[in-house]
């Protein structure tokens, strides 16, 4: 055990959920489960780095929709126009997302006060969602961008070329699950380090942490850039997954919604957090699609639940997550 | 929380997802439509118009399936308009729930693209309903091959910009329209629909030497249209079209634009044919020129049968979408009828060479592109203009009840 | 008149008084002493009912440990916070007519002429801003604000800190006067010798548990206070 | 084109949607001096009150006076049980200006599907309240419109009245300022908030019921005029009642020069760009006073 490095000892049941979730593609082929878990890990990996950003440096935003069709339309039309593969062109979009990211935080790193930042970052967001629809001739707004070309083959020893078409859904399981199990160990890392420390202490005092000589300005900006980094990149992945893109689809107030949802119920400020909170809710809304029109009371419903009575999220609630028939009982 | 039950969840959720596929002797259909999110309105209709078609079928004891007959079950999977969520619901129906017909997506267009790039790896058919995009029958056209199972029941969404430009040269030669082109302005919502009309209309239109005033896009279900009548009022432009999905943001539009006393022309694109318009707009309709006039429940007999049965049947009001969906099921239903079996590919080749007439007009494919057919014969879009409270064809002229009649003329 | 009988107060997770219990005679003045973070501000919030508690506050026999702040005005007790916490943005008669907040309009009028009469110097300063006004000043409306309700108790979380030697006098004698017209009164202030000076009884804190407690004169006598302000610097130091 | 009547016509259209933008604003805004909550399920009770005068309307067949104050007093009742059920026990907590956000949008999740379920998803629409047409300095306008103007500035200063005038109204204002200072004086806090969270409620829904005859009725029509909200209480100054109303007004103005300028489809983004403008050279907004830490 000695051998591992710290953050994957620190939490064994995450990285051991994680090894799990991995293994589906062994045990089922039925495209339909594993189109259903790839997009839970899209969310949990966006969830992921609007967490960093809420949970663990207090940023409060909402605007990280954003962030994610940036990354999403910037890598759809690279592809699409550059004639480059989209595993170039993804990174384009994560870069994309994280210069935005820091431009949009200096205005924000004058504002301490919740509303305002929420409200801002809110704003900011529909500014991108209208210039997105309103760019028809780029973006082909509310008509939708077709024709985004899937991760293009990869030559892997021992299996030989390996494609991420829509046809194949094993494969491309396979490497969302990679990207989310490098965004979480990353994110491991990230907040046991120095730096991540030195960020939750923002988080819980900046008053305090200012006092101790801690440039606030320069940990901010660090961690929203990387946040909207990550979530630049995941979107990147959505667009070659799903192969169309619309403002509303990839930049709606809807995409917030789910998102902190996803946290909230999961747990804000927890690695885990995002993961079971994507888990839980993708998976009950699918099973939830029998009840058809009232999936979103449902999630409505939870958020509120949540709130008040599980204030910290799933993640931290061994009570009612120890239940083995809790899992389950969701996804019927 | 511990790796047994991490263990236990996962092969519990996995478990479950492998037992609901059963095999059972039943037609099914498998429908995608925005159930929830902004585009619900019509996705809930064109549902009801699917479910009175089924029922219609299952009262006649189902369709022909060999030597019998089976009853006929309709499976909704909701896509809230998202591209991904439309997917997975698709996903679902052709992998899961092994559906021999998928309509999807019934509506948004951008859920419709996402859908088709299944349909390479399934043998089912696949049928888009309502979505207009062009892109969609161009994907067809360039790669036959790929695409043979997919069929898109609705025309392009030039068909409206080609009436107008038809309807217009009418005009002109009336002189009551510039000459050399005149001068056009849109007020559209923001959505696929709005967006590819401005784009084919104003694309016809410049090569007819008009020019292109201003395009006022606005958030859906906009009902304050003030600031943009006033704009229009500055502008005076020869010709304003119009393009909403929601009756409620026509009627606003078109009420307003009599309270101000406007007397430009003005061309409204699908909304006036949703019966709740006329019913909000009331008299402030007189005079406007819309298309495409393809459901009448009020003088055309076959409408208003179809109407009052559906009225009777599903107790509710009966628009436009209604009649889309019944007609939507009908096809599906009609082709595995005259394939007589469940073999994906004899309901392919019952579809290339379907021909049906159903309410809102005759139903063929392209063969080139698998879209349904336009024109005077099959779907069509006729122009007509409220004259007297009532709407008159008045283009194309094989239609024709009346002619066109000038504002202020009565 | 007013009685706490085993009153613990948390904060969260964190316990401030420990099973605090004490008698205050009816028509007497009492203060609360103790070093800085002994809970006296506690003590007075846990009267006025601004914090939740655990164990009995009794008013003239009734247990009133359950009852909202609001509802103990309603019964003569009133409180005047720390630091005087005027609403800054109205006027000081609108913050007097406030503390009359419960009285019949008719009756509300006329009390605020009485609470002008009892507190010299209210007059003048009536129609200004409340947050323009000098820290004694704000003290003087606070504490005709208090008035206002007719209380039979007055509780006075930190009446002197931050005003100027003479406010400090202005307001004591006011105080003074309260207590020879023969209201019942709780305070608390960082000054031991001036609060003994004033008041007929006293308590004494430290940490959040009860030292002592009896007349001022007995508590004054014994060298109990100078060893808690003398011993808890190093105990504070230690706990801190 | 850009004629002085022109402009004339832009600033008034300007002025009529910008009164509707006021009117939510204010109760946003009062929501948040008195109890320091965003609320995002604002929209809902303008959505709500829209509803509720439609079933009053059409369904009880009641007149148009008695249809709108049952329709008020029925969002007044959902807003006091959204704040006894979500808002009062997340302000016993610690750190609940985030929690009150998240639960607020949770509510009107729930409150857009309740609607759905009890009014379904046509689309509706209210009958005009008056007819006729009216020319107000050269620019024809419908009397509807002129209602809705005239409505809100009586409301505004209905609103302005019971706050400075009346018992309540200092009650309110003094929880505001500080609520344990309030409490002291024998002001019962949470009924105060309970009951400030109502009439706030009441100003959307009369900003729903106003607008009924002239918008869609819908479960989600309360999404934009949130949003628009939100802009108005950031540039008026969040808390301040006159920043709410001017900068209403403000924003109304704004837009519609933006139709002029530009082009509709650009109007959110100009006057979102001019929230974030107004938030980089003025973050306390233009009344506002200096924002506390969060």
């Given at each position: 055990m000695r051998l591992l490095?710290?953050?994957?000892?620190?939490?064994?049941?995450?990285?051991?959920?994680?090894?799990?979730?991995?293994?589906?593609?062994?045990?089922?082929?039925?495209?339909?489960?594993?189109?259903?878990?790839?997009?839970?890990?899209?969310?949990?990996?966006?969830a992921s780095s609007w967490n960093l950003a809420v949970g663990y440096a207090g940023l409060k935003t909402f605007g990280h929709q954003a962030f994610f069709g940036i990354g999403a339309y910037v890598s759809a039309l690279s592809a699409m126009h550059g004639g480059l593969s989209p595993w170039v062109t993804m990174w384009f979009g994560a870069v994309a997302a994280?210069?935005?990211?820091?431009?949009?935080?200096?205005?924000?790193?004058?504002?301490?006060?919740?509303?305002?930042?929420?409200?801002?970052?809110?704003?900011?967001?529909?500014?991108?969602?209208?210039?997105?629809?309103?760019?028809?001739?780029?973006?082909?707004?509310?008509?939708?961008?077709?024709?985004?070309?899937?991760?293009?083959?990869?030559?892997?020893?021992?299996?030989?070329?390996?494609?991420?078409?829509?046809?194949?859904?094993?494969?491309?399981?396979?490497?969302?699950?990679?990207?989310?199990a490098?965004?979480?160990?990353?994110?491991?890392?990230?907040?046991?380090?120095?730096?991540?420390?030195?960020?939750?202490?923002?988080?819980?005092?900046?008053?305090?942490?200012?006092?101790?000589?801690?440039?606030?300005?320069?940990?901010?900006?660090?961690?929203?850039?990387?946040?909207?980094?990550?979530?630049?990149?995941?979107?990147?992945?959505?667009?070659?997954?799903?192969?169309?893109?619309?403002p509303t689809s990839a930049l709606g107030i809807a995409l917030m919604v789910q998102m902190t949802a996803i946290t909230l119920v999961g747990g804000i400020g927890t690695l885990q957090g995002p993961l079971i909170g994507s888990l839980v809710l993708t998976v009950s809304a699918e099973g939830l699609r029998m009840a058809g029109d009232h999936r979103m009371l449902a999630f409505g419903v939870l958020i509120v639940l949540v709130v008040l009575f599980a204030p910290r999220g799933l993640a931290r609630l061994d009570l009612l997550f120890g239940r083995p028939s809790q899992a389950a009982g969701a996804a019927r | 929380m511990t790796i047994r039950t991490w263990i236990r969840g996962a092969v519990g959720a996995v478990v479950l997802a492998l037992a609901a596929g059963t095999a059972s002797a039943e037609v099914k259909v498998g429908v995608v439509l925005p159930a929830s999110g902004p585009a619900a309105t019509t996705g809930i209709s064109l549902r009801d118009g699917m479910r009175l078609a089924v029922n219609e079928w299952n009262a006649r004891g189902g369709v022909r399936v060999g030597a019998g007959q089976q009853s006929v079950t309709m499976i909704i999977e909701d896509s809230q308009s998202r591209p991904e969520v439309g997917v997975s619901g698709a996903q679902k129906l052709l992998s899961r729930d092994q559906v021999h017909f998928l309509i999807g997506e019934a509506f948004a267009s951008s859920v419709s693209l996402a859908i088709m790039e299944l349909s390479p790896q399934f043998r089912t058919p696949i049928m888009s309903g309502q979505s207009i995009a062009t892109a969609i029958s161009n994907k067809i056209r360039d790669d036959r091959e790929k695409y043979r199972r997919f069929f898109k029941a609705n025309f392009n969404s030039d068909v409206y910009a080609i009436a107008l430009r038809d309807f217009t040269q009418v005009m002109r030669t009336q002189g009551r329209l510039p000459a050399g082109g005149g001068r056009i302005a849109f007020v559209v919502e923001e959505t696929d629909a709005g967006r590819s009309n401005v784009a084919d209309v104003s694309r016809l239109l410049r090569e007819e030497g008009w020019s292109v005033a201003t395009v006022e896009v606005v958030p859906l279900n906009h009902t304050d249209f003030f600031p943009q009548l006033s704009k229009l009022r500055a502008l005076n432009p020869d010709l304003v079209v119009t393009t909403f999905t929601s009756p409620q943001a026509g009627a606003s539009f078109v009420r307003q634009w009599n309270e101000q006393g406007m007397r430009m022309l003005h061309a409204g694109i699908y909304y006036p044919l949703i019966t709740e318009f006329a019913r909000l707009a009331g008299r402030s309709t007189e005079g406007m020129v819309w298309l495409p006039k393809l459901f009448d429940p009020d003088r055309v007999a076959l409408h208003r049968d179809f109407a009052q049965r559906a009225r009777a049947s599903l107790n509710r009001e009966i628009n436009t979408d209604v009649a889309?969906?019944?007609?939507?099921?009908m096809l599906a239903l009609t082709v595995i009828d005259a394939a007589q079996s469940l073999d994906p590919d004899a309901i392919v080749a019952e579809l290339q060479k379907v021909d049906m007439p159903c309410v809102m007009g005759r139903y063929r494919f392209d063969p080139t592109n698998n879209t349904a057919m336009v024109g005077a014969d099959y779907l069509s879009a006729p122009i007509a203009q409220v004259q007297d409270g009532i709407s008159h064809i008045i283009w194309p002229p094989a239609l024709a009840s009346s002619e066109y009649r000038p504002a202020g003329s009565r | 008149?007013?009685?706490?009988?085993?009153?613990?107060?948390?904060?969260?997770?964190?316990?401030?008084?420990?099973?605090?219990?004490?008698?205050?005679?009816?028509?007497?003045?009492?203060?609360?002493?103790?070093?800085?973070?002994?809970?006296?501000?506690?003590?007075?919030?846990?009267?006025?009912?601004?914090?939740?508690?655990?164990?009995?506050?009794?008013?003239?026999?009734?247990?009133?440990?359950?009852?909202?702040?609001?509802?103990?005005?309603?019964?003569?007790?009133?409180?005047?916070?720390?630091?005087?916490?005027?609403?800054?943005?109205?006027?000081?008669?609108?913050?007097?007519?406030?503390?009359?907040?419960?009285?019949?309009?008719?009756?509300?009028?006329?009390?605020?002429r009485e609470v002008v009469s009892l507190v010299p110097g209210v007059d003048a300063l009536l129609g200004k801003r409340a947050g323009d006004l000098s820290g004694g000043q704000q003290q003087l409306i606070a504490i005709a604000r208090g008035l206002m309700a007719e209380p039979s108790l007055l509780l006075l979380d930190e009446p002197f800190l931050g005003l100027s030697p003479k406010a400090v006098n202005e307001v004591e004698a006011i105080i003074m006067s309260l207590g020879r017209a023969g209201m019942t009164i709780v305070f608390n202030e960082q000054n031991v010798r001036k609060s003994l000076a004033m008041s007929d009884r006293a308590v004494l804190l430290e940490g959040g548990r009860l030292i002592a407690a009896g007349p001022s004169a007995e508590i004054g006598a014994g060298d109990i206070v100078q060893r808690v302000y003398f011993g808890t610097h190093v105990a504070q130091g230690g706990a801190a | 084109?850009?004629?002085?009547?022109?402009?004339?016509?832009?600033?008034?259209?300007?002025?009529?949607?910008?009164?509707?933008?006021?009117?939510?604003?204010?109760?946003?805004?009062?929501?948040?001096?008195?109890?320091?909550?965003?609320?995002?399920?604002?929209?809902?009770?303008?959505?709500?009150?829209?509803?509720?005068?439609?079933?009053?309307?059409?369904?009880l067949e009641l007149p148009l006076a008695p249809a709108i104050a049952v329709a008020l007093l029925g969002v007044f009742l959902a807003a006091v049980l959204v704040h006894r059920v979500t808002v009062a026990p997340l302000m016993r907590q610690r750190g609940w200006d985030f929690s009150t956000i998240a639960a607020t949008l949770g509510v009107s999740i729930v409150l857009q599907d309740i609607a759905l379920m009890t009014w379904g998803e046509r689309f509706q629409s209210l009958p005009y309240f008056v007819e006729g047409i009216v020319h107000v300095a050269g620019v024809r306008l419908p009397a509807q419109r002129v209602l809705i103007l005239l409505a809100v500035i009586i409301v505004v200063a209905g609103l302005v009245t019971l706050l400075r005038f009346t018992r309540f109204g200092m009650a309110i204002r003094a929880v505001a300022s500080d609520p344990e200072a309030a409490s002291a004086c024998g002001i019962n806090t949470p009924a105060i908030h309970a009951a400030t969270f109502g009439i706030a409620a009441m100003l959307a829904a009369l900003a729903g019921i106003i607008l009924a005859p002239i918008i869609a009725i819908n479960p989600w029509m309360g999404v934009p005029p949130i949003l628009k909200a939100f802009v108005v209480v950031v540039l008026g100054g969040l808390g301040s009642l006159p920043g709410a109303v001017i900068g209403g007004y403000l924003l109304g103005i704004i837009e519609a020069l933006g139709v002029a300028a530009f082009s509709s489809e650009w109007r959110e983004a100009v006057a979102l760009t001019v929230l974030i403008i107004v938030i980089w050279l003025r973050p306390q907004g233009l009344f506002g006073q200096r924002i506390r830490e969060a």
């Open positions: 490095p710290a953050w994957l000892r620190a939490s064994p049941r995450l990285w051991s959920g994680v090894a799990l979730l991995g293994l589906v593609p062994l045990i089922t082929r039925d495209a339909y489960v594993l189109q259903v878990l790839s997009l839970a890990m899209i969310w949990a990996i966006f994280a210069v935005v990211g820091a431009l949009v935080c200096l205005p924000l790193l004058r504002i301490r006060s919740l509303p305002h930042l929420a409200i801002v970052t809110l704003a900011f967001a529909e500014i991108v969602r209208i210039l997105c629809s309103n760019l028809v001739d780029l973006t082909r707004g509310e008509l939708g961008l077709a024709g985004i070309p899937p991760f293009t083959p990869l030559s892997v020893p021992g299996l030989g070329l390996v494609s991420f078409g829509p046809a194949d859904r094993a494969s491309t399981f396979v490497l969302i699950w990679s990207c989310l490098a965004s979480l160990a990353f994110l491991g890392w990230l907040v046991r380090s120095r730096t991540g420390l030195i960020i939750q202490a923002i988080r819980d005092s900046q008053v305090a942490a200012e006092s101790l000589g801690v440039s606030l300005t320069r940990y901010k900006l660090f961690t929203l850039t990387i946040s909207a980094f990550l979530a630049g990149a995941v979107g990147a992945v959505y667009a070659h997954f799903v192969l169309v893109l619309t | 889309y969906g019944y007609c939507y099921m | 008149m007013l009685r706490l009988e085993n009153v613990s107060v948390f904060y969260g997770a964190f316990q401030v008084l420990w099973d605090v219990s004490l008698d205050v005679p009816e028509g007497t003045t009492a203060c609360v002493l103790g070093p800085n973070g002994a809970g006296k501000s506690t003590v007075l919030k846990a009267m006025a009912g601004l914090v939740p508690v655990r164990g009995r506050v009794l008013y003239r026999g009734q247990d009133i440990s359950r009852l909202p702040a609001a509802r103990r005005v309603g019964l003569g007790m009133s409180l005047i916070l720390e630091r005087r916490r005027l609403f800054t943005g109205m006027t000081a008669r609108e913050n007097l007519l406030l503390g009359g907040y419960l009285l019949p309009r008719v009756r509300r009028d006329e009390r605020l | 084109m850009m004629t002085p009547m022109f402009l004339w016509e832009q600033v008034l259209n300007g002025l009529i949607a910008g009164s509707m933008y006021a009117l939510m604003a204010t109760g946003l805004s009062l929501i948040w001096g008195t109890m320091r909550v965003l609320n995002f399920a604002h929209g809902e009770f303008f959505m709500l009150g829209a509803f509720f005068a439609l079933t009053a309307f059409e369904l």
